[in-house]
């Protein structure tokens, strides 16, 4: 799939979820929390296949020479995974008020993913920046 097509994928999907949080928001609609998480859901979903689809490919082809490959695939599926856990925390929070979740057990697989993914964004950017100088 072109780099185009998957922008546009990801700002629909994005796009349809934040409709329905306003929707939500203003009680426009009474639905349940988990249901207007649904397009943040299939778009997890849709990118851990391919990501697995992607890893599996690599090693039955036997292009996966370097190690780095499979543990970027890992850590890619590993990130998917703290973000699908903190969106069923946050529907399990505001859904039922009466299970009283402290704000830090809700938070912290998104404090976990946070910090790795700055550092990884930051690794990326100097291993990419490093051979051309703009300046």
Known sequence: MAILHRALFTWFIFLVFLILLCLRLES???WNWFIVFIPMWVYDSILLIY?????I???RNGIERFRGTINKNVW??????LKMAAQIIICIKLEYTRVNLPIYVVMTPIWMLLPVLCVEVF???IKHSSGSSRY
């Open 51 to 55: 990501v697995l689809f992607h890893m």
């Open 76 to 81: 890619y599926i590993a990130a998917i995974g």
């Open 123 to 125: 690794m990326h950017l």
């Open 28 to 30: 426009r609609t009474h």
């Open 57 to 59: 490919s690599h090693c």
